[in-house]
């Protein structure tokens, strides 16, 4: 601890008691670091479900009965509920670890001392003391500036930095880039603006899923029918046992019992929950070693999805840097290059000056004396050389007075393209001054500088724009530099100009149209973000927000999908769904077809299992009102969903397929499943009834088996369609396994069969046979409908 500086504010800030009482009151500079959501609030949200009630109650049942063979599915409910807990928990981690301010020490004035002490340690009305390269912990007020300028690039998507005088405020998270000054803390902890975007974004949500979605409408209609159908089921089966008296005398209730679940699990699309989360997960593996970092699994989904997608500039487009375009000599004057090898080759040099330093190798620097320090509000610089005094600035505020000289001319329609341009000037009269700026100038060199598009920028641009997904840049830049650099990827066309967004409406109708409008969109604020990607929402657009800066973390966590590069602010990086860690938006067409991948692909699988939902309804309804027993043991439906479906999904669904997302995921796999069902449901009671009534039971189960098998695998053979080899491998393969069922003794005393009678074969293949041919004619018969409707 040492005294204040000389040039310190007169007021000795606050003193000890002063401090320790805003401690007491909670008025320092600390915000609840955990997320919305606990550990146990995230077991019991993926445990408590719909699907796991209705499954977990079916094993506890059977295990009740003494039943273990046929308790085969609860591996499903285990591992369903794992997978979606251990992402949820992944997320959380991230949530919990989000900071927009950087956990350093920031020197305070006490006591009239001076001391550094943890951001987190900074109290209300702290006299806090800045240098460049610190980070504002609070937001303030300036008491005492000199030349304070700082980044807010994070905070409000302006690249430029921000001059600030006595009585300006400044932000939290922002930084400083030159100057230093006094400042005020005005708010703290929770209520300064990083923290206060840090809560928004730290409320927890879930990704739109429209597989999930979907699955969760199944189920739903399920868990309506389920019970009272369960309940028929039971009572038939107790009916067919002979009635209560009979049923508890011979323990045949138990058998009852079980069928009766069998008839519930079969109902449950059970598979197709696994292996929606297990595709999720695989597709985010894959996404990983591309440097995509996935934090919630169905993000991988969406942005196949996403038909407009908003870009914020830089990061994306640019990479954030400066580089030089060129260095034009306006006329030779000796130790004009000595010095601007000087000034951008300084440890202390701006990221626009030190760029000038790349046309520069192998020009040896001059010894400079510095007579006015650079400033935003003045635009310029003055510097002394042996070769005489100079100027460097910006060339309308030295050229000023000379609106029509041609170097002015060439000036303004260099900016027209995007690029930001430098004068250096010698002056031919009196030294510069901070009073006042010499009138006596020549122009020397312009430096003309340009953001650094990312070379990969235009190619995946059109890669988006070949796919139907309207790209918007929405930057917080000076709209004409933003068009044009927009113009420069070939996004937009020449003759589109940049929206300036403090001209556009705020009324929600009227801003969805204008936005809808828009192409490139400049001075955009954080909150306008918002109602943009609202806007959009609202008009039924599917919306990306890219970005990452703090600016953009709630605009992020409010779109479809939030996608933020790896060098962005944490605050961003935490409530984005996606995380390009490398920061190459070239990596965005691979997201693209992975989540293509997963949606035609769980498209495809999952008509094979809500053909065994529509199927298991149909026999629970018709054989509880014609007191069958049950067709199938749980053992015989696991045996034709292994076969069938299970297995043939797995790999299906992790087939490489390119198809463009179309909406209506659920209309178009119910078209083929319930039409499907009912036919393979049809087979099954024809088969079951002929020889039940016989009493062949055991050969009956055997030949519903059988037929079931035989129809699903031609469905199988359909949704497998293109062939391949691995495909026919696939189906041929699942064939020779339901014949292995019934042909190895062990296998089939495993699963409660026995080898098939002539009769029970003949049967299968009179009803299979006309029952696969009935299923491949809704198939084409769907196909034409949608061809038509897609036309």
């Known amino acids: 601890m040492h005294a204040a500086s000389a040039d310190a504010p007169p007021l000795p800030g606050l003193t000890s008691a002063e401090v320790a009482q805003r401690v007491a009151l909670g008025q320092v500079n600390v915000t609840d670091d955990t997320s919305s959501r606990s550990l146990w609030a995230i077991v019991r949200g993926n445990l408590f479900t719909l699907f796991n009630a209705i499954l977990g109650a079916a094993l506890v049942v059977v295990l009740a009965v003494g039943a273990w063979k046929d308790a085969v599915f609860g591996f499903v409910l285990l591992f369903n509920t794992l997978i979606g807990a251990v992402t949820e928990y992944r997320a959380k981690r991230t949530l919990d670890r989000l900071a927009i301010l950087n956990e350093s020490e920031v020197v305070v004035v006490r006591d009239g001392l001076e001391s550094r002490v943890p951001m987190r340690e900074v109290v209300l009305d702290d006299v806090l003391r800045l240098e460049i390269g610190d980070q504002v912990p609070a937001d303030g007020e300036v008491l005492g500036s000199a030349g304070l300028e700082v980044d807010e690039s994070m905070l409000t998507g302006e690249s430029e930095p921000v001059a600030k005088d006595v009585g300006d405020p400044v932000l939290s998270g922002s930084a400083v880039v030159a100057g230093s000054a006094v400042v005020r803390a005005t708010r703290v902890g929770p209520d300064s603006y990083a923290q206060r975007i840090t809560a928004q974004a730290k409320r927890f949500s879930l990704v739109g899923s429209e597989l999930r979605d979907g699955i969760n409408k199944v189920l739903l209609v399920v868990s309506w029918v389920i019970v009272p159908i369960a309940v028929l089921l039971f009572w038939s089966q107790i009916r067919n046992e002979g009635g209560w008296s009979a049923a508890l005398a011979d323990g045949g209730w138990r058998d009852a019992v079980v069928q009766a679940v069998a008839g519930i699990v079969g109902m449950v699309p059970e598979g197709l929950v696994l292996l929606t989360s297990i595709n999720f997960a695989l597709a985010a593996v894959i996404l990983a070693r591309r440097q995509v970092l996935v934090q919630e699994l169905p993000a991988v989904e969406v942005l196949a999805r996403v038909d407009v997608l908003c870009l914020d500039k830089t990061g994306t487009i640019t990479d954030g840097t400066v580089e030089l375009d060129e260095l034009v000599e306006l006329e030779e004057a000796e130790g004009a290059r000595e010095l601007l090898a000087t000034l951008s080759r300084a440890a202390t040099a701006s990221p626009t000056t030190a760029a000038i330093a790349q046309g520069l190798d192998g020009v040896e620097g001059a010894a400079e004396e510095e007579l006015v320090p650079f400033s935003s509000a003045r635009k310029w610089s003055g510097h002394r050389t042996a070769a005489g005094d100079w100027v460097l600035g910006a060339p309308e505020v030295l050229l000023a007075d000379r609106p029509d000289d041609a170097v002015q001319d060439r000036v303004r329609e260099l900016a027209s393209t995007g690029a930001r341009v430098v004068l250096l000037a010698r002056c031919e009269g009196e030294a510069p001054s901070v009073a006042a700026l010499p009138a006596d100038l020549r122009p020397v060199t312009l ?97 990306a927000m890219t970005g990452d800066g703090v600016n953009d973390a709630l605009a992020l966590k409010d779109a479809d999908l939030g996608i933020a590069m790896g060098s962005g602010a944490a605050a961003t990086k935490a409530v984005a769904r996606l995380v390009l860690l490398d920061g190459r938006f070239a990596t965005l067409p691979g997201v693209v077809a992975q989540g293509r991948r997963v949606i035609a692909n769980m498209e495809r699988v999952a008509s094979l299992f809500l053909t065994k939902t529509t199927y298991a309804v149909l026999l629970a309804v018709v054989v509880a009102l014609v007191a069958w027993p049950y067709p199938f043991l749980p053992r015989h439906l696991t045996l034709v969903g292994a076969l069938t479906i299970g297995t043939p999904a797995f790999f299906l669904a992790l087939a490489p397929n390119d198809q463009r997302y179309r909406r209506g995921f659920l209309d178009r796999v119910l078209q083929l499943s319930v039409p499907c069902g009912v036919i393979c449901g049809a087979g099954v009671l024809l088969v079951y009834g002929t020889l039940h009534v016989r009493g062949e039971d055991l050969q009956a189960s055997t030949g519903a088996t059988l037929v079931l098998i035989l129809m699903a695998l031609w469905l199988l053979g359909i949704l497998a369609r293109p062939w391949s080899w691995w495909r026919l491998g696939l189906v041929l393969a699942m064939a020779l396994g339901a014949v292995l069922a019934v042909a190895l003794p062990f296998v089939r005393e495993f699963f409660a069969l026995e080898w098939p009678t002539s009769e029970t074969a003949s049967l299968v293949l009179a009803v299979g046979v006309p029952g696969a041919i009935l299923i491949e004619v809704v198939h084409r018969v769907r196909a034409r409908r949608l061809a038509a409707a897609a036309g």
């Open 447 to 543: 430096a003309v500088l340009r953001e650094r598009i990312r070379p990969d920028a235009a190619q995946t641009l059109a890669y988006f724009a070949e796919q139907g997904v309207e790209v918007k840049v929405i930057s917080g830049d000076n709209p004409a530099t933003v068009a044009s650099i927009a113009r420069t990827v070939g996004l937009v066309d020449d003759d589109v100009e940049g929206v300036d967004a403090r001209t556009l409406p705020e009324d929600g109708e009227e801003l969805a149209e204008a936005i809808g409008r828009a192409r490139v969109l400049g001075r955009v604020t954080p909150e306008q973000k918002r109602s943009f990607v609202h806007a959009l929402q609202a008009a039924g657009r599917t919306a």
